[in-house]
């Protein structure tokens, strides 16, 4: 189908594009209902992003009217392309489980592996009171050969998920299995009671202090377990999530305000990310927090941005 045929397929469902420059034409996004437009697509590779929500896809048909006669006609030229896939059911995810390989980090043993996992997590400012905390481990073999092992558990103190980073130069930082991400990180540590801190990642929540949760990605929808348990809870959010995930954390604040959650936005004061800081300037930037209550304060945020 050529580009133009596609982009008024596509206008049917998005109104009209706000941007053009050849191929790539930008909408409103459907989903995020953002007031910027931010849904990217391109018309020659038929991929599309909303750099918002995340959501994408590697062809054109979420965005074309059901039963409308062009994306029948799309469709049917997928296929005769070979472009179009079976889509197979998704598999059940697999209940979490240490691997076999574990060892405790709370206890010394002997080898390069161990000293080099210890070394890893010393230079990165954790403690032993940290490693016993969050009942680090490594392996020295099996799936998780070289990483360090971060295990997670409800709040009945069941195992739900299982993350692995690797203590040596890896392009594969991180590995988990095919675990359910709608979790609480280590919920069975947390005080409901309490002001809580969100950060992305394990080694981000490392530095803050306790009452923390690491979201394991960027993104934290509306439907999660840990959206309902935040809004129920009725405490201070503190969000400290990477700078490069600024815009998608500005829109979990915006969800979180709307369902009068009071939520405080941490400055990295120019890091990168939590990780990168020492435990005493966590403490300093979260005293510097700016308090997150309204529309105007999320507004307030993207122009300082």
Request: proline share 4%; charged share 30%.
């Amino acid at each position: 189908m050529q580009r133009e045929l596609k982009l008024q397929a596509i206008r049917k469902t998005l109104g009209h594009e706000q941007q053009r420059k050849g191929a790539e034409v930008v909408f409103f996004c459907p989903r995020c209902k953002h007031k910027k437009p931010k849904l990217s697509v391109n018309l020659d590779t038929d991929h599309f992003h909303c750099w918002i929500d995340d959501w994408g896809g590697k062809n054109l048909i979420p965005l074309m009217l059901k039963g409308s006669k062009e994306r029948d006609d799309y469709i049917n030229e997928l296929k005769e392309a070979g472009k179009l896939q079976k889509v197979e059911p998704k598999k059940k995810y697999a209940t979490p489980e240490l691997p076999p390989e574990f060892r405790t980090l709370t206890k010394e043993w002997t080898g390069p592996y161990y000293n080099a996992a210890m070394k890893y997590l010393l230079n990165r400012g954790l403690t032993m009171a940290d490693i016993k905390l969050w009942k680090l481990g490594y392996c020295e073999e099996g799936e998780y050969k070289h990483r360090i092992v971060i295990p997670s558990f409800d709040e009945y103190g069941v195992l739900n998920f299982v993350v692995g980073r690797s203590f040596y130069d890896n392009p594969l930082k991180y590995k988990h299995g095919y675990f359910c991400k709608d979790i609480i990180f280590n919920d069975y540590m947390v005080d409901w009671n309490r002001s809580i801190v969100i950060t992305e990642g394990p080694f981000d929540a490392f530095k803050t202090g306790d009452n923390t949760i690491a979201l394991q990605g960027s993104i934290l929808n509306d439907d999660s377990k840990l959206f309902s348990k935040l809004v129920f809870s009725k405490v201070d959010v503190y969000f400290a999530m990477d700078q490069d995930a600024f815009y998608k954390q500005l829109k979990i604040l915006e969800n979180l305000v709307s369902y009068g959650v009071d939520c405080h936005y941490v400055p990295l004061g120019g890091k990168k990310d939590v990780g990168e800081m020492s435990k005493e300037e966590f403490k300093e930037a979260k005293a510097k927090s700016i308090p997150v209550m309204s529309r105007a304060d999320i507004l307030r945020l993207k122009v300082k941005a």
